[in-house]
């Protein structure tokens, strides 16, 4: 992946941020231990009409051999198929853990997505906190008056308390 340079990302941020993200992307699917990937390729697999057709023709032919359906084949599991149904719960256990794995590590790779984003929002609070303040002591040092908005200013150029919002939040939030 190429590295754009700082006037390349000063002309064009978006294409700088869909690097960003891609590297990201690329770093989190190259973190993933082999146990994850096998389990990712197994999920894209079953989650894939191939393999649904190929159930569909797997049951349709066991169904049609144990019922007597093909001339000269001796049925091998009689109806209700004891043998089928072993095979199917089985198969159902371990495509249960495929998938219950690869959720996991999408949990944990949306976990640090989260915390990225909540680290993000924070440094861009933090700094439109200082450029406020900035602004407000250049208008007072040049003479403007800044008096009518400063109850809303003064709010937003306080730092936020990350807890206290929080902590606001949770009483506020209905239960679930």
Request: net charge negative; glycine share 2%; proline share 5%.
């Amino acid at each position: 992946m190429k590295k754009l340079l700082p006037d390349e990302v000063a002309k064009n941020p978006t294409q700088f941020n869909i690097a960003a993200i891609a590297k990201l992307e690329q770093e989190a699917l190259a973190r993933r231990t082999s146990t994850e990937r096998d389990s990712d390729a197994i999920v894209k697999f079953i989650g894939s009409p191939k393999f649904l057709l190929l159930h569909v023709i797997l049951v349709v032919a066991w169904s049609a051999v144990n019922l007597s359906l093909i001339p000269f084949v001796k049925a091998f599991d009689p109806f209700p198929f004891g043998i089928l149904a072993l095979f199917v719960s089985s198969e159902s256990v371990f495509l249960t853990i495929f998938v219950l794995i690869s959720q996991n590590r999408m949990a944990r790779q949306a976990e640090r997505r989260s915390h990225l984003d909540l680290q993000v929002g924070m440094l861009a609070e933090q700094e439109l906190t200082m450029m406020l303040q900035l602004l407000q002591k250049l208008c007072e040092h040049s003479g403007v008056d800044v008096k009518s908005a400063a109850p809303q200013v003064q709010g937003f150029s306080e730092t936020t308390d990350v807890h206290k919002l929080a902590t606001e939040l949770e009483e506020k939030l209905p239960e679930q």
